[in-house]
């Protein structure tokens, strides 16, 4: 906001960035590859810049993500437990500077591993007597979610100031359990405090009893049970629809879901509506940092008409029915009552709950305020997902308005810079994402950096230039500033330059954005890097957006062709993307714990390394990473440590002021 009144006082800078945005509207020919910067090898932050203006030459040709290759024989060997072909795993080594409880296990060839399991599972369903036992636990858990979506207090409680309602465990236990001789002990158990590990109610029958699978030799699995309920500006059918379409679900809320997929239909919609339909599914949730380790599930979800004009889309683990050596991650009744409000332009009111088991023991301890709470995972993320898609589509269908400097962008090109900003948000939280599909790796104990994990991304290939690999490298720290400050700073032009390594003693300005939402710092913008006041060194496409969950600044650089192309609504899928940036968590839950209100920061860069290959990495590339990531992060945390002096600085001379005026008037 201050920079919207710095620009409305100085006329002139308004027509000066008139005249740059027109720039780029009208000479898409402009060739930007005279201000490349040649770089030593022997510095690996040149090495790093050079790298980086090579990407962004490719800003015509289209970088998706890779398509998963047909079944092999050596998936075929995986399906039929051939152990010839069991791969080792993917070298991770461990650094002595890393973290307690920072190691996340990488596996090898894992999109293999999925694929097959995927199959078995979409095998397994076909059985005649598996369908009944869906069916049947799949109605069961329509009948739960519906009472957990209604039911007040005792069965639910708030927590702390965030409004977020956790479940009563105990409450829950008489509610939903079948009391025999131990359960009492279990809700005492509980009632002095002991871990809260609620029993598995799966049913199976007198004649059928717990498979001996299910009776691991492992620790249970923790509970994590929340609900919200939120006004959401959509029509309840719609969402019903996005909810039951596997694909679209996967991309609207591709900050939660990293993975997706549709094993079998076993009840198919009669009426033209979701209404009875029932699906299987298995899907990856995770969250922006490959610390957390991803919670994979297989599920049913059932889409039923509950009452007019009330919708319930549930899901279900199915891993009692299949054999499974280790359950690490289960759905309970999961889901949202979609309830359409009349008289009120298509919004509906929806109340999320999810309920899970799952292990936390691999837990990184920067991460564990907010997983063993539940915040990391809480209902409150889907509605937080829900509200920014609908501010999105509005966005999308809105005409063109005018900047607050008065700068226009036709309509065509915004369409298209909104379409590829939606592009590279839903790449980002790929890239940072721990599923399964990421090999991570990290750095060796001789490196200083903390926490790092790097992989291979996409490969690159620039027209007239070989290909080349891509690097994705990320690390998290504890920023100790609130949230919403460190994401104003990391988003802001006019600071950028404190913490960039291409913006570094250059001039970063915000040429055009695009709102996106209530609030005015969710936006798209255009920001153009200057070496000098006619010179354009570098642009770049950024989307910020914040909301009660958390906080993302994402970007990708591009040429001044490529933006052109892209403000002149030339094809969004065009422009070659790589998608850098930072998401910023709270360090424990809103409105709970002692202290003041810390930020985690997950700094993220990807990047063309043409050094590198699958099997070779060279101490350069290592070297370089630690250098780019240790440096990003030191100067993070020194502009907020002079932030933060400043502060205390200002309030210990208004205090002085306030003294000293209150001294002159007793004197008077």
Not at 27 to 54: K, R, T, W, Y
Not at 404 to 431: C, H, W, Y
């Amino acid at each position: 906001m201050a920079n919207m009144g710095e620009n409305r006082a100085n006329g002139s800078g308004n027509i000066q960035q008139d005249n740059n945005l027109e720039e780029l509207f009208n000479n898409a020919g402009f060739d930007n590859s005279q201000n490349i910067v040649e770089a030593g090898e022997e510095d690996p932050v040149g090495g790093f810049q050079a790298a980086l203006m090579d990407e962004i030459e490719a800003a015509d040709y289209h970088l998706g993500l890779d398509q998963p290759p047909e079944m092999n024989p050596e998936e075929n060997a995986i399906l039929h437990g051939n152990e010839e072909f069991s791969s080792p795993s993917l070298y991770n080594p461990q650094s002595p500077q890393n973290s307690p409880g920072s190691e996340s296990s990488t596996n090898a060839k894992p999109d293999q591993m999925n694929r097959a399991s995927d199959l078995l599972m979409a095998v397994s369903i076909g059985a005649e007597l598996n369908k009944n036992k869906i069916i049947e636990q799949a109605i069961g858990a329509m009948d739960e979610l519906v009472k957990m979506a209604t039911m007040g207090e005792p069965l639910w409680q708030r927590q702390g100031n965030g409004g977020t309602e956790t479940l009563n465990g105990i409450q829950y236990l008489r509610e939903f359990g079948c009391f025999d001789a131990t359960m009492e002990d279990i809700i005492r158990m509980v009632e002095i405090g002991e871990p809260e590990l609620i029993p598995s109610f799966d049913y199976f029958p007198p004649d059928n009893p717990t498979p001996t699978f299910l009776k691991p030799e492992f620790e249970p699995l923790n509970i994590e049970a929340s609900r919200d309920t939120g006004l959401v500006n959509m029509n309840a059918m719609n969402i019903v629809e996005l909810l039951m379409d596997s694909k679209n679900w996967s991309m609207v809320f591709s900050s939660i879901v990293s993975r997706a997929t549709l094993l079998g239909v076993i009840l198919d919609t009669v009426d033209g509506s979701c209404n009875g339909v029932l699906q299987v599914m298995t899907a990856e949730f995770h969250q922006s940092t490959p610390l957390i380790p991803t919670r994979q599930s297989y599920f049913a979800r059932y889409c039923k008409m509950v009452a007019h004009g009330t919708w319930g889309v549930v899901d279900v683990s199915l891993e009692n029915l299949f054999p499974c050596p280790q359950i690490q991650f289960k759905r309970r009744p999961s889901g949202c009552l979609v309830q359409q409000v009349p008289n009120n332009g298509g919004a509906s009111n929806v109340t999320w709950v999810e309920h899970v088991e799952v292990d936390k023991k691999s837990l990184h301890p920067h991460f564990r305020p907010i997983v063993n709470s539940g915040f990391a995972f809480s209902a409150k993320r889907w509605i937080a997902v829900l509200h920014r898609h609908c501010q999105w589509v509005a966005t999308c269908m809105a005409t063109t308005t005018p900047t607050d400097a008065g700068v226009l962008i036709p309509q065509p090109g915004r369409e298209s810079m909104l379409k590829v900003a939606e592009k590279m948000t839903r790449k980002f939280f790929m890239n940072i994402s721990s599923c399964t599909e990421n090999a991570w790796m990290g750095l060796p104990s001789n490196f200083g950096a903390e926490d790092v994990r790097f992989r291979f991304g996409n490969t690159l290939t620039v027209p007239g230039k070989p290909p080349s690999n891509t690097l994705i490298i990320t690390t998290s720290v504890q920023v100790p500033v609130p949230v919403n400050v460190l994401f104003d700073f990391l988003r802001n032009e006019h600071s950028r330059h404190k913490w960039d390594l291409l913006s570094k003693e250059r001039l970063v300005r915000e040429l055009a954005y695009v709102i996106t939402g209530e609030n005015p710092q969710n936006r798209v913008s255009v920001l153009q890097v200057n070496s000098s006041p006619n010179k354009i060194e570098i642009l770049y496409l950024q989307e910020s957006y914040t909301d009660e969950t958390g906080s993302y600044i994402v970007f990708t650089p591009m040429d001044t062709f490529a933006m052109s192309l892209i403000l002149n609504g030339g094809n969004p899928n065009d422009p070659c993307i790589l998608s850098s940036g930072f998401a910023i968590l709270p360090d424990k839950p809103p409105g709970q714990g002692d202290g003041p209100e810390g930020s985690i920061l997950t700094v993220a860069f990807q990047s063309a390394d043409n050094l590198s290959s699958n099997e070779l990495i060279p101490a350069l590339t290592l070297k370089t990473i630690d250098v780019i990531l240790s440096s990003t992060v030191a100067s993070i945390r020194d502009a907020m440590v002079l932030m933060d002096s400043l502060f205390i600085e200002l309030q210990v001379f208004l205090a002085i002021n306030g003294c000293l005026e209150g001294n002159r008037g007793d004197e008077t």
